[in-house]
């Protein structure tokens, strides 16, 4: 620790513990004590009159610090302090354990980055350390801290983990806060199958000198980190029922971790959890009020001022910098720190042997296979030895049966199995491809798991999988499903390493390392694999698109893109960082007959703020992605989903919405936000005669730009026949902009205004629903706080409106009142409705015989549904006789099951007059 734990400090303070009678009698022992041990006794005067921080000082500066704590914790018990001596100890062993950590944190951090200069070191910046001291300021009274801290995979969150924990050891960071910092990793804790909360802590205890009962009776002072959530299926959903209570009890470790997670056990300690963003899903709302923090990685002025540091020639280093910073896909990896190095170490290396770096480190594959080929290849040979490319081979062994078993940390065991000697460890060390696991030297790892992945993608050059010595080893094809299919969140680049090997370029450096290998063979195969991806039905819901793109990037084959590409019917796909806009970019282009595109924007691109937006590669890279909307005759359907939209994104987007080119029919946003003048947006509308649905789903939409939607509408030129604006932050106040249209318009026949707060516009809205050229034909408004109060105006829209076919109100408290005046209109000949929804509108009984009149004289009505209705059996008795009328056309009736038995259809198929379907729910 940063000071003594023995201090004259110390002392005081456990002096000042004492009563007024207890400390004269320690002073009276204190005297007895030192003659009893042969000790230069202090002059009692100065004794009897000292005080607690005087006496202090007094037996410190006469005995020393370990002498004089040593007499402390020997006259305690006799003046019944005995509790003193005890919460030493307690200190005492956190302060060994602090010490354990600090060894272990230490060891870890020596193996993985000794040679990553200048900015790597095991320090938090003071950026981390603000915020680390933010993470648990209390910013709701009394209630237990929890902080989930989310990063992209592989950017280095355990290593930010670690430097925080080094931190806590030292006494530079939460040392008044917690004494006890449990580290629990997922990736570690999957291998167990029952275990309890006091083995896991156990699992981190050098010894037990303090009972593990001392330490979890103070909760409050106990930090639970849990690293890599994603890896435990943990949905922290169970029912309440199977989690613990007791931190004693055994169970599965999922339900333990949930258990704690959802505090059932120790509901007072605090916790940091570290996961990658979306796995688990929806975590925030299933944990008691987290703090959701996010993992920076390197900032651009880092990777630069990284450069410099590692090259030392800053001339070279500006080069490899400029080279890199013009390859997204390289400069991406050099935002998480040691793929950093990595990179650094290979450039340097290729340009001190004046190789062309387009040609041997373009990809993020080639990369990897220049830092393997150098770190195997002997000083001033051209390739690996025998017992090189042996040692290779059965690290490559390693990896795969670690990707198919999910381990990540290797014993002795493995390794021999793999046919890695022990003699063989040291070396893989000094080429910094392994680092300690353990302070005993028995457990490994790879320095990264990126590394790991690329030694798995390499072993599928080497040997079939079949004769590997684990069965968890599966065949090629089993690995390319499971990645493309996400089946495993740890599983992040193997299938593009995959690819990326076996490009053309790659053969000779290859056939160098490996010898013998099959990367030539395997090509047509994973191409071939890739391609039944793309034909299988309903693509989206097996495999991820932008996996697929990256794949074929890394292949870099323009032919066989295009003879992919041209087949694929749909592609969804989320463009979460500048990497995903490039490849998007490159296979977009050769789908030629896509129908449907979905995309997702989540950031608003930093380069819109910049002097000359329009010339950023991420711009540029846009503008190709949305060049699909003209470049493809076959677009019907465009959705933006969960994006958000800046002034010249938007630009590029309009620019190709708005051509007579686009032959997009169909436009769905979801959950979009605009930070800038949409109406360029709205524009579209009256410029693209193509376009005829628009849906605004969940995006919110001002005052303003609903006038502007409307006067779109309004326009003679703007072909829309349907609008579904469910969720978007409509008001009353916006009914009139809506009339207004509706007044206008010719064309538009469905109109979806769900889940919007109407209510006192729906008077202004029916006015205009009303008018004799109105062309709605569907009406949707459910769930917009419509009460009883408003029903006459709906009802005079049935008897004037002849277009209108279908009409749901679902979701309003319309009560029996209000149907009861809608009925009256529904009964009239003139009204022309056929389908009315009026699920969970709190009817009940006393509606029924309107209801059973409406389906026994209307003469139009063709399906009603009163679904989450409490009509009672009795009610629904009504409904059905009612069907028996001679005169009745109703088709389909759905009611709620008045009764406990299981759901049921009844068929009138043989009755006279035509069937009627009567569902219950």
């Keep these: 620790m940063a000071a003594s734990f023995i201090s004259d400090f110390r002392l005081m303070w456990y002096l000042d513990e004492l009563r007024k009678n207890e400390l004269v009698k320690f002073k009276e022992l204190l005297k007895q004590e030192t003659v009893q041990r042969g000790l230069q006794p202090i002059p009692w005067a100065q004794v009897k009159k000292a005080k607690r921080q005087d006496l202090a000082g007094l037996m410190t500066q006469r005995y020393g610090e370990q002498p004089a704590w040593d007499l402390a914790l020997c006259i305690f018990p006799k003046i019944h302090r005995k509790d003193l001596c005890d919460k030493a100890a307690r200190e005492s062993a956190a302060n060994a ?19 990553i200069p200048g900015c790597f070191d095991q320090t938090l910046t003071r950026e981390e350390r603000e915020s680390l001291e933010e993470y648990f300021t209390p910013r709701v009274p009394r209630r237990p801290h929890t902080v989930v801290l989310l990063g992209i995979p592989r950017i280095g969150k355990t290593r930010f983990l670690m430097k ?74 169970e029912p309440e029922s199977e989690l613990c209570r007791d931190w004693r009890e055994e169970r599965s470790v999922e339900r333990v971790l949930s ?35 996010e993992l920076r990685c390197f900032q651009d002025s880092h990777v630069k001022q990284y450069f410099c540091c590692s090259f030392g020639d800053r001339g070279r280093a500006m080069a490899a910098f400029s080279w890199v910073q013009n390859n997204e896909h390289l400069f991406t990896m050099c935002h998480v720190p040691l793929l950093c190095w990595m990179v650094c170490t290979s450039l340097k290396q290729e340009m001190e042997r004046g190789r062309d770096l387009a040609a041997t480190c373009c990809r993020s594959s080639s990369v990897f296979l220049s830092f393997m080929f150098q770190a195997f290849t002997p000083k001033g040979a051209t390739r690996p030895s025998p017992q090189g490319q042996g040692l290779l081979k059965a690290l490559c062994s390693l990896a795969a049966e670690g990707m198919w078993t999910d381990t990540w940390v290797f014993g002795k065991e493995e390794l021999r199995r793999n046919g890695i000697a022990d003699t063989d460890t040291p070396t893989l060390l000094d080429l910094r491809l392994f680092r300690k696991y353990s302070e005993s030297g028995s457990s490994y790892s790879f320095i990264h798991a990126c590394m790991q992945e690329f030694c798995a993608a390499m072993y599928y050059l080497l040997d079939s999988p079949r004769e590997h010595s684990s069965r968890a080893v599966m065949p090629i094809e089993a690995l390319l499903l499971t990645f493309f299919r996400k089946d495993r969140a740890s599983w992040v680049f193997v299938g593009c390493f995959l690819f990326g090997l076996v490009h053309e370029s790659e053969q000779q450096r290859l056939d160098a390392l490996l010898g013998m290998q099959r990367s030539r063979e395997l090509a047509p195969q994973l191409l071939g694999c890739l391609g039944s991806l793309v034909e299988i039905e309903d693509p989206e819901e097996q495999v991820e698109f932008l996996l697929l793109f990256y794949a074929l990037f890394e292949v870099q084959s323009d032919a066989y893109a295009s003879h992919l590409m041209s087949s694929l019917r749909e592609a969804h796909f989320p463009l979460r960082e500048r990497p995903d806009l490039a490849v998007a970019a490159y296979c977009l282009k050769y789908c030629c007959s896509l129908r449907e595109l979905t995309v997702s924007v989540p950031e608003i691109f930093p380069e819109e703020r ?42 590029v987007l309009c620019c190709q919405l708005r051509q007579s080119t686009c032959p997009v029919q169909r436009l769905e946003t979801s959950k979009v936000s605009f930070s800038c003048e949409t109406g360029i947006f709205f524009d579209v509308f009256t410029s693209n005669p193509n376009l005829q649905q628009l849906s605004m789903t969940s995006t919110q939409l001002p005052h303003g730009d609903v006038w502007l939607l409307c ?4 326009n003679p030129v703007c072909n829309l026949q349907e609008l ?16 207004s249209m509706l007044a206008k318009n010719r064309k538009l026949t469905l109109l979806d205004l769900s889940d919007n707060k109407l209510a006192d516009g729906v008077s202004t809205l029916c006015a205009a629903l009303r008018h004799p ?7 949707v408004m459910a769930g917009c706080q419509i009460s009883e109060h408003f029903c006459p105006h709906l009802s005079e829209v049935l008897l004037s409106n002849a277009n209108l076919s279908r009409l749901d109100l679902s979701r309003n408290p319309l009560m029996d009142e209000g149907v009861a005046r809608l009925c009256e209109a529904l009964r009239q000949p003139t009204c022309s409705l056929k389908t009315l929804c009026l699920d969970s509108c709190q009817l009940t009984r006393a509606c029924c015989e309107d209801l059973a009149s409406v389906i026994a004289h209307s003469q139009t009505l063709h399906e009603l549904d009163v679904t989450g209705n409490a009509l009672s059996p009795s009610g629904v008795n009504l409904l059905l006789e009612a069907i028996r009328w001679p005169g009745r056309v109703l088709r389909r009736l759905r009611v709620s099951r008045a009764s406990p038995e299981e759901g049921f259809c009844f068929d009138f198929s043989q009755e006279n007059p035509p069937p009627c379907v009567i569902s219950v729910d």
């Design 97 to 115: 354990y602090q010490t354990h950590i600090q060894k272990l944190i230490s060891m870890w951090s020596r193996d993985a980055f000794t040679e």
């Design 164 to 237: 925080l924990m080094l931190a806590w050891s030292d006494g530079t960071l939460y040392r008044d806060k917690f004494s006890f910092i449990f580290y629990l990793c997922c990736r570690e804790l999957k291998q167990l199958r029952v275990t309890s909360l006091a083995k896991l802590i156990s699992r981190e205890r050098p010894d037990d000198s303090v009972p593990l009962a001392d330490i979890v009776a103070q909760p409050e002072r106990i930090l639970f980190i849990v690293d890599s959530l994603e890896e435990l299926q943990c949905t922290l959903t």
């Design 259 to 293: 258990s704690l997670l959802r505090r059932k056990i120790l509901p007072e300690s605090t916790l940091l959890l570290a996961a990658i963003p979306g796995r688990p899903e929806a975590l925030e709302s299933k944990l008691d009020h987290p703090d959701m923090q």
């Design 610 to 651: 910049g002097p000359n937006p329009m010339s950023s590669r991420t711009l540029l890279w846009w503008r190709q992605i949305c060049s699909v909307l003209t470049a493809n005759e076959h677009l019907q359907k465009l959705r933006v989903v969960e994006s958000i939209f800046g002034r010249w994104t938007l630009l």
């Design 711 to 714: 006067g779109a509408l309004s």
């Design 724 to 739: 579904l604006l469910q969720d978007s932050g409509l008001s009353a106040s916006d009914c009139k902009a809506l009339a």
């Design 773 to 779: 050229y109105c062309t709605v034909q569907t009406l």
